[in-house]
């Protein structure tokens, strides 16, 4: 303070007169004034001359602004503009989910067709279209290829202009909404269908549930863009003669020649309607903003909604605080069974062999501690036990049923998806980033599992969801968003929401790698508790304290390869292998 005084002279006499309190004088910005002057200027020049020449012809302009004819227009151009964008929209869904699956058919065919709707311009669309009824003069509904016919139509009869114009925007629209919805899923984390498959949850339930709300916040900007590019792009339907708004007022100034007006009509009823398109924008920008931002405002959308259909969680959740329910099902892990058997397992990412002939058997109840320097395989070997990693070789078998495969005789059959996530559900994944759904607040969170895979109904679901976070600590944050919780927080979410489905087996992934270091402590906490009630625990871990105090079963792995496996008490002191007594001697 002594060297600030002598330096700047007066920091010390303010401080003398009002210790503690400085009055704050805004900084001047002369060239913001002068800009605010010059565009001032410039507006009121506009409105003047638009308002004063007399060959912008308002009077004309009133006379039609709300006349028949115009809105008859108008209606048609809004008409045209929902159509297509609600069916844009929806075939280009499609077509994205297409491109991003894993069937070579499906995505070829969805890329084939963006590709040849991209190329063609609409105008040309639009007019072949139109000349359907010239290529094929009838629409016949039959079986192919053979003579039986149920119902023959004109074509011409069954395609009026308007639906044309429909089918041509759509057919267009698709192809673009398809690669502004693909970006807005290429841009999700894959820890989210990661956790969402480790749940069991259904591709379909995945994508709508999961993936589509989460890439609405990166598709709405463009998308919204596409519909008020769309909501223009009508005019050009004129081509085919259709009375919406533009040809509506081509109509009428050719027939009056008051151009420049008719033009102003059809010009601020589009202001108007992309200013209200834009202000739609911001609504539900908001809505799916739910759970992502900071601040945890609830956006109007998501008020309008809730009135208009309830929010069945919310009400769920203080009919269970206030009045607590019989349930049938006990909150947490399941305490039978649970044997892991890991048989001869090998798997290769092209030449590179990340597992080599890896066997382990966990008993039931067991806690096995994974330990081993990165890249040694641990992950993916945890990721094949609930078959997340298929394995080029082996088995693994919990209570003797074959995870992802149906054995009979000396085969294994790979079983449908919808069997595998059948059997999936019986282990718990808790990963190194959580991977909490950030849309979802915790209890729905926790519940989305039980309810979707498991048939569990909703309060009850809640219930448990309640009763798991009081186990974990966290009864106080039921219905915070992810992001609004501290590191430690999340990941005790993470593993309630592993619990929820009662597994039998529980796979921890690093559950601690992420966390400040004084946040592993309550993790830790909960995961001790976990290992005394009879579930079986698999934890890839560097807390080697940790793994000492509660591990049954250590496992050292290097290469792909499980080099020692024993009690920790010998294990970490007394190793066998030396490379295992190498990497003690580091992390230790
Ligand atoms: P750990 O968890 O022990 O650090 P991992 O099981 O994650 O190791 O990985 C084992 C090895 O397999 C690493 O060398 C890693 O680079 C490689 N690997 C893992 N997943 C893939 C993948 N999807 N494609 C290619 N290589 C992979
Ligand atoms: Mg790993």
Redesign the pocket.
Known sequence: MASADIETGYVGSVEQSSPGIYKIVPAKHPWRIVGTVVAAAIIGITIHSILTNPKWGWAVFAEYFFSEPVLVGLSRTLWLTLLASVIGFFIGGLLAFARVSKSTLLSSLAWAYIWLLRSIPLIVLLLVLNNLGYLYPTLNIGVPFTDILFAQYSMTSVLSVFAVAVIGLSLNQAAFSAEIIRGGILAIDQGQQEAAAALGLSWRRQALNIILPQAMRAIIPSGFNEIIGLAKATSIVYVLALPELFYTVQVIYKRNLEVIPLLMVATVWYLIIMSVLSLVQVGIERYFAKGATRDGRTSALDNVLKFVTGDATGRAINAVRTNPVERTREAGPAREGGRIEIRHVAKH?DA?H?LDNVSLTVEPGEVVAII?P???????LLRTINHLERADQGYVAIDEELIGYERRGNLLYELKDRAIRKRRAGVGMVFQNFNLFPHLTVVENIIEAPIAVQGVPRLEAVAQALELLARVGLSDKAEAYPRHLSGGQQQRVAIARALALKPKVLLFDEPTSALDPELVGEVLDVIKELATSGTTLVI?THEIGFAREVADKVVFMEDGRILEVGGPARLFSDASHARTREFLAKVL
């Open positions: 990412f590179f990340a081993g990165s890249g040694a395989g641990k992950s993916t890839v």
